[in-house]
Structures are given as C-alpha cells and as structure tokens.
C-alpha cells in the first residue's frame, strides 16, 4: 500500500492492524525518517502487508530487501496527493515492478487528468467507485461543519485565535498554516498564552512529528498547528474545530483543510481566517466551492458577532487563565527512539540543539580558528610559521634584519617586521627601510 505522508502511512498501519486482527495478518510501515535496520530486519521475517511511502519503498527495493515482483495487490491511497507532492514518477515506477497479473486500486479525493490518465495506463478494466452526496452543490458543503469566514487584521489573529480556542463545547482543534515558520510562530504563541499546544511540519524530526501526533491523540495536548502535511487522511477522533490562520492555496487544499472535523456523521465547526491581501484568493475558493461567504465581514477580536458566532463567553481574554490549564502538554509525552535519519529541531527553532555550534568539540562551524596570529608593533599583520631567523621581504630573506635575542628561545617567535616599497611611475622611493 503506498501513501504520500508518513503519518498516513501510520494510521493505515494501525487501521490494517485493527481489521486483520483476526486473521493474523503481518504488517510492515516503511517511510522515510526511520533507520532502515528495523524495517529491514521486518522484511527478512517475512510479511504480508507492506505500508509505505515511495520513497522509502524504492530505496528498499533498490537495495535488493523488498521485491515487488511478488505483489499481487497495490493499494495508491491520496493519489492526488502524492501527485501534487511530484510522486508521479516514483508511482510509474514502483507500478512498472510489480507483477503483470495483480490488482490495483487507487483512492483519491479528487481526479485531476494526471490520475485519470495513470488509471486508464495501469489499471485493467477499471470501475469508478464515487463515494459521497450527489446533490450537495460543491465539495466543502458537508452539512455537519459549520463554516466561519472572518477578515481580520494579522496583528490581530493571535489574540482572536486565543479567544476562539476558548469557546463552549471546544474540544481539540487544528490550526492550520501556510509556512513551516508560521507554524513554529503560532505554536510557540499558542503556549505562552497557556495553551497545550504542538507544531508538526516537515522540518521536524519524525520522533517529534510522532510524538506531538500522539499527545494529540491521547489529549495531553488539545492544538495541533500544522502545515498542510496533516491535511490529508489523518483521522483523529474528537476534532470539533478546524482554524485556517492563514488563507488555503485553493478550494481543493481548503476542503481537505476543514474536513479533519465533521468526521463519521460527528458535526464540527470550521473557522478561516481572510487578511486584506487574500481576499481576492478567497473569493476563487468561495466561488469554486459555490459558498455563502463572498464578502467576509471585518471582525477583531472585540467584535461582538465573533463573540456572538463562535460561542465566545463575554469577556474573555486571549490568555487562558491559570486555573483552567488542565491539559499535561506535549513534555508529559515521552519521545521515541525510532533511529530518526533526520535532525532534530528545539523549542528555539534550532537543530540538534546546534544553532552556531559544528559537532565536535563545541566549535563554531566554519574555518579553523586554531592558527595562533600575532602582530608586531607597527600593527601589520605577520605568520607565525616559518624560520625565526629570517624576515620576509616582498617575498625572500635578503636585506632582513635579524629578530631579537631570545625570539628562537620561546614558544613563540617574535614577530617579523614586514617591508613596504615605495614606488612612483616604476621608480623607487626613498623611505623603503620604513616599517609599515
């Protein structure tokens, strides 16, 4: 089975793992992140159900551990997904592998011409199965999400992001970003406000990414700040808000968005943030998705119908109050030892907790500074190396004078006074025994 994230790629697992316990079906998880050894070892132990990204699949089967000629069924689940991440070539190729008499089957939330045209080439006698609501006008319109659109100043948004994360009948929520940075920025806020809150984005560690999955999912954290990489499949139960802190790119981006919420007939509350810069974004989403938000209405964070709209109690504040802090937080939930192949990042945002440091010795990347540098007393600069006996000028000894008594004695030589020529139009100047 190959899927475009790593965290879809858990989740599957844990859901195979679910259905197939009575049949004692062996599953495997391979993804990038992870040391190879383990799933190397899983792979020699024999399985049954292998789940993975392409990436790390290829690489497997490059180096000879996985062989795809023994495949009788492909599962490519978020198709899209993986197209719009530049998985095309690896899918071509991971499908070009496997055995002519198999099955495929390939999932997707949307059919752009690249998945229409990769099923007519690689699947045989293909039946379209389309899963949801006919006459519902546009994709977003799921009834159980209620949407809120608000235009709002971004200086603004963290103290209205901390108010809407204290409404009635909230539970856990994700909030969504554009960058990786923003996330990081949101997070950090988020906890200083008193929030238990965690970032998960690609430049994380796979541990950390799992881990603030897992603080989320256990409740020990109730925000989790993402990047558009949890957009896609994640299933988490009790999601009841959804906040895009920053417009989505497209009505595609922003359906996968809200949908974490809203979940197996459960309702939800979907909540978008529009700066003065992205309205004209917004408005393509909103006409794409046939909505009723065409003209966001300006709101701040003492406006009384965003109050009134998200359940807001009056008077609250954007910093959660000290009794009201229940929540363990993301350090109550231990970090797991998977081998990661990638750095680790800080709380400041650093890696390895080596922001200016190299790795050895506690010394500053870059040059060596070990070079021991002198200067004599006129202030020009001289080398340390060399014979002491002996003064440069204009590259050779000739004409030097001989260094003081004792400079050949020391650790350190004494310092070598170095010649400046003077010339004029190619002519020598007097004033050459001046030292510079």
Same mark, same amino acid.
């Given at each position: 089975?190959?899927?475009?994230?790593?965290?879809?790629?858990?989740?599957?697992?844990?859901?195979? *793992?679910?259905?197939?316990?009575?049949?004692?079906? +062996?599953?495997?998880?391979?993804?990038?992140?992870?040391?190879?050894?383990?799933?190397?070892?899983?792979?020699?132990?024999?399985?049954?159900?292998?789940?993975?990204?392409?990436?790390?699949?290829?690489?497997?089967?490059?180096?000879?551990?996985?062989?795809?000629?023994?495949?009788?069924?492909?599962?490519?689940?978020?198709?899209?997904?993986?197209?719009?991440?530049?998985?095309?070539? =690896?899918?071509?190729?991971?499908?070009?592998?496997?055995?002519?008499?198999?099955?495929?089957?390939? %999932?997707?939330?949307?059919?752009?011409?690249?998945?229409?045209?990769?099923? +007519? @080439?690689?699947?045989?006698?293909?039946?379209?199965?389309?899963? *949801?609501?006919?006459?519902?006008?546009?994709?977003?319109?799921?009834?159980?999400?209620?949407?809120?659109?608000?235009?709002?100043?971004?200086?603004?948004?963290? &103290?209205?992001?901390?108010?809407?994360?204290?409404?009635?009948?909230? /539970?856990?929520?994700?909030? %969504?970003?554009?960058?990786?940075?923003?996330? =990081?920025?949101?997070?950090?806020?988020?906890?200083?406000?008193?929030?238990?809150?965690?970032?998960?984005? $690609?430049?994380?560690?796979?541990?950390?990414?799992?881990?603030?999955?897992?603080?989320?999912?256990?409740?020990?954290?109730?925000?989790?700040?993402?990047?558009?990489?949890?957009?896609?499949?994640?299933?988490?139960?009790?999601?009841?808000?959804?906040? @895009?802190?920053?417009?989505? &790119?497209?009505?595609?981006?922003?359906?996968?968005?809200?949908?974490?919420?809203?979940?197996?007939?459960?309702?939800?509350?979907?909540?978008? %943030?529009?700066?003065?810069?992205?309205?004209?974004?917004?408005?393509?989403?909103?006409?794409?998705?046939?909505?009723?938000?065409?003209?966001?209405?300006?709101?701040?964070?003492?406006?009384?119908?965003?109050?009134?709209?998200?359940?807001?109690?009056?008077?609250?504040?954007?910093?959660?109050?000290?009794?009201?802090?229940?929540?363990?937080?993301?350090?109550?939930?231990?970090?797991?030892?998977? $081998?990661?192949?990638?750095?680790?990042?800080?709380?400041?945002?650093?890696?390895?907790?080596?922001?200016?440091? /190299?790795?050895? *010795?506690?010394?500053?990347? $870059?040059?060596?500074? @070990?070079?021991?540098?002198?200067?004599?007393? *006129?202030?020009?600069?001289?080398?340390?190396?060399?014979?002491?006996?002996?003064?440069?000028? /204009?590259?050779?000894?000739?004409?030097?004078?001989? &260094?003081?008594?004792?400079?050949?004695?020391? &650790?350190?030589?004494?310092?070598?006074?170095?010649?400046?020529?003077?010339?004029?139009?190619?002519?020598?100047?007097?004033? @050459?025994?001046?030292?510079?």
């Amino acid at each position: 089975m190959v899927v475009p994230t790593r965290e879809l790629a858990i989740q599957v697992a844990a859901d195979l *793992g679910t259905a197939g316990k009575r049949t004692g079906g +062996r599953i495997l998880t391979v993804y990038g992140g992870r040391a190879y050894e383990p799933q190397i070892d899983g792979l020699k132990d024999g399985i049954d159900i292998v789940v993975g990204t392409p990436g790390r699949l290829l690489d497997l089967e490059n180096q000879k551990h996985l062989s795809l000629r023994d495949v009788s069924a492909v599962v490519l689940d978020e198709a899209d997904k993986m197209l719009d991440l530049g998985f095309l070539p =690896d899918i071509k190729k991971i499908l070009s592998k496997i055995p002519d008499e198999r099955q495929v089957m390939l %999932f997707s939330a949307t059919m752009p011409s690249e998945i229409v045209s990769l099923s +007519r @080439n690689y699947l045989r006698r293909p039946t379209h199965v389309r899963a *949801g609501d006919d006459d519902e006008p546009g994709q977003a319109r799921i009834l159980d999400i209620s949407q809120h659109v608000f235009r709002t100043h971004p200086m603004d948004k963290p &103290e209205m992001l901390g108010r809407l994360l204290q409404a009635e009948n909230r /539970g856990l929520t994700m909030v %969504f970003c554009q960058t990786k940075r923003a996330c =990081d920025k949101v997070a950090a806020d988020l906890k200083d406000r008193g929030f238990a809150a965690a970032a998960v984005h $690609g430049d994380l560690g796979q541990s950390q990414r799992e881990r603030a999955l897992r603080a989320f999912r256990a409740g020990k954290i109730d925000v989790l700040v993402a990047t558009d990489v949890a957009a896609r499949g994640l299933d988490v139960d009790d999601v009841t808000h959804v906040v @895009n802190y920053e417009c989505p &790119e497209d009505e595609k981006t922003y359906t996968h968005r809200i949908g974490r919420t809203g979940r197996a007939g459960r309702s939800g509350t979907a909540v978008t %943030f529009i700066s003065w810069q992205e309205v004209a974004r917004w408005k393509l989403i909103n006409t794409a998705l046939d909505l009723p938000h065409t003209d966001p209405l300006e709101t701040y964070s003492t406006s009384p119908h965003f109050f009134e709209e998200m359940g807001i109690p009056e008077g609250t504040k954007g910093r959660l109050a000290a009794d009201r802090r229940e929540r363990a937080g993301l350090e109550a939930e231990e970090v797991e030892d998977i $081998g990661d192949t990638g750095r680790h990042r800080t709380e400041r945002g650093g890696k390895d907790g080596r922001e200016e440091r /190299g790795s050895k *010795g506690g010394e500053r990347r $870059g040059r060596s500074r @070990n070079r021991r540098r002198t200067r004599s007393s *006129g202030g020009a600069p001289a080398s340390a190396s060399g014979d002491t006996g002996k003064a440069a000028e /204009g590259g050779s000894g000739a004409g030097a004078k001989p &260094e003081p008594d004792g400079a050949s004695g020391g &650790e350190s030589p004494a310092p070598r006074r170095r010649r400046r020529r003077r010339t004029r139009s190619g002519v020598e100047q007097p004033g @050459n025994d001046q030292a510079q």
